[in-house]
């Protein structure tokens, strides 16, 4: 597959009308679901970690894998091939982050990428950090968001089976590994009380949701843009580890098919990346995508600001 493969999918996208607004004149309309939702969870999470302070803490980031590997490298941008054992634990792992079924993540990540900080982004950060980090959850989206996501093109994904039954045994799938797991477990193995594996568990679905959401506000919003300044998404390491190396966000939006979402040297805060390797080396990821070093440094002297250690190397030697 060549590497363009990631935008050409896009780009089969008909064109409605002009190019979606920036950030219009709004009347935002609560989302009564969002709120009770959002609400409940965050409460919940606070109470867990008061409780969490004597508890043993849970691997929470191991299962944002399941977004980071899974929905995001994986499913939404194809920038490496996983075979079925790999795909159903990412799929598991990506339920127990309760962020829709991937089929969805994936429709409403591609129309990110492709109208990214317009109207048509569902977190569209031309609006602030609050909105594209929570905000957008607790309002009904945009009309541009609700016109355009029918023209997302998610065929393969609609076509692959373990994603299909994950989004037709969703209820039972999510509920199961993003709720019951999660507390049956340390109920039954190690005694705990359903009181505290509960919202130790509200705790740690809490703190993957704001890694994810650090992702659309923070890594759009501040740090450096070595690669394209004419793009919002900036390098952020402080989100890539929080969030498994997502944060080199600049890099990103320029190389979306990239497996590696992020320069070679970045690796160590890389957990995704690391992950994908290790996967690789046992034959459970293949046809890794990635961008040439020359294509990279080219794009850098050509779009970026010159942060990138090659063009500010060349301007200050
Ligand atoms: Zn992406
Ligand atoms: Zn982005």
């Known amino acids: 597959m060549s590497p363009k493969s990631d935008e050409t999918l896009l780009e089969k996208i008909d064109e409605i009308d002009k190019y979606p607004t920036k950030a219009a004149a709004w009347n935002y309309?609560?989302?009564?679901?969002?709120?009770?939702?959002?609400?409940?969870?965050?409460?919940?999470?606070?109470?867990?970690?008061?409780?969490?302070?004597?508890?043993?803490?849970?691997?929470?980031?191991?299962?944002?894998?399941?977004?980071?590997?899974?929905?995001?490298?994986?499913?939404?941008?194809?920038?490496?091939?996983?075979?079925?054992?790999?795909?159903?634990?990412?799929?598991?792992?990506?339920?127990?982050?309760?962020?829709?079924?991937?089929?969805?993540?994936?429709?409403?990540?591609?129309?990110?990428?492709?109208?990214?900080?317009?109207?048509?982004?569902?977190?569209?950060?031309?609006r602030g950090f609050f909105f594209s980090h929570l905000g957008w959850t607790?309002?009904?989206?945009?009309?541009?968001v609700t016109k355009r996501i029918t023209q997302i093109d998610v065929s393969d994904a609609t076509s692959n089976p373990?994603?299909?039954?994950?989004?037709?045994?969703?209820?039972?799938?999510?509920?199961?590994?993003?709720?019951?797991?999660?507390?049956?477990?340390?109920?039954?193995?190690?005694?705990?009380?359903?009181?505290?594996?509960?919202?130790?568990?509200?705790?740690?679905y809490a703190l993957t949701l704001h890694g994810t959401f650090l992702i659309n506000s923070a890594a759009h919003i501040y740090g450096n843009r070595p690669y394209d300044t004419n793009i919002s998404p900036t390098q952020n390491t402080?989100?890539?580890?929080?969030?498994?190396?997502?944060?080199?966000?600049?890099?990103h939006h320029?190389?979306?098919?990239?497996?590696?979402?992020a320069e070679l040297g970045n690796t160590l805060l890389n957990l995704s990346t690391m992950f994908i390797n290790l996967c690789a080396w046992f034959g459970w990821a293949y046809d890794l995508k990635t961008v040439t070093d020359d294509m990279i440094k080219a794009r850098?002297?050509?779009?970026?600001?010159?942060?990138?250690?090659?063009?500010?190397?060349?301007?200050n030697k």
């Open 138 to 144: 607790l309002v009904e989206e945009h009309d541009e």
């Open 254 to 261: 320029t190389f979306p098919w990239d497996y590696r979402a």
């Open 238 to 251: 402080l989100v890539s580890l929080a969030i498994c190396g997502e944060g080199f966000h600049n890099y």
């Open 29 to 126: 309309r609560i989302s009564y679901k969002g709120v009770l939702a959002m609400g409940y969870f965050h409460l919940a999470a606070i109470y867990g970690l008061y409780l969490s302070i004597t508890s043993a803490k849970s691997a929470t980031i191991l299962f944002s894998l399941g977004v980071t590997a899974g929905a995001h490298r994986l499913w939404s941008h194809r920038s490496y091939k996983a075979t079925l054992p790999l795909q159903i634990i990412l799929m598991l792992f990506q339920s127990m982050c309760l962020q829709y079924t991937v089929i969805n993540w994936v429709r409403q990540h591609r129309l990110h990428h492709k109208y990214s900080d317009t109207d048509a982004d569902p977190h569209n950060a031309s």
């Open 162 to 204: 373990v994603l299909r039954f994950q989004k037709e045994y969703a209820y039972p799938v999510i509920g199961m590994m993003c709720f019951v797991l999660p507390t049956v477990i340390p109920v039954i193995f190690w005694g705990e009380t359903i009181n505290v594996a509960w919202h130790v568990n509200m705790l740690r």
């Open 300 to 315: 850098a002297r050509k779009t970026g600001d010159g942060t990138h250690m090659t063009t500010y190397m060349e301007v």
